[in-house]
């Protein structure tokens, strides 16, 4: 079992940056492909993008590729979610989850474990 605790969420301008944390406990984060989903006010939980158990693969939902970035560092088993040239309708409580898996879901309901959130404020 896998404990996730998210931070580095904040409130920034349009064309800001932020970069999200995501901490797990345990010693096996390295087995576990790691993801961020994000949930705007009144709007369903979106796939923001994922990454594999060591890092040799990310995918992105378009509407954020090429401007966010995913990475991780197993040493310290903790996730990243860089966020550059942000934009109002980035908007969201930011979620990491995990799920113990070779691929990345893009689905939530696939994932096992799950942080508390933490929320982006774009202001325009």
């Known amino acids: 079992q896998v404990q996730l605790v998210e931070s580095g969420g904040g409130l920034v301008q349009a064309g800001g940056s932020l970069r999200l944390s995501c901490a797990a406990s345990g010693r096996t984060f390295s087995t576990y492909t790691m993801a961020w989903f994000r949930q705007a006010s009144g709007k369903d939980r979106e796939f923001v993008g994922g990454i594999t158990q060591i890092g040799s693969s990310t995918y992105y939902a378009d509407s954020v590729k090429g401007r966010f970035t995913i990475s991780r560092d197993n040493a310290k088993s903790t996730a990243y979610l860089q966020m550059n040239s942000l934009k109002p309708e980035d908007t969201a409580v930011y979620y990491c989850?995990?799920?113990?898996?070779?691929?990345?879901?893009?689905?939530?309901?696939?994932?096992?474990?799950w942080g508390q959130g933490t929320q982006v404020t774009v202001s325009s």
């Open positions: 989850a995990a799920v113990r898996r070779v691929a990345v879901p893009v689905f939530g309901n696939e994932y096992h474990y």
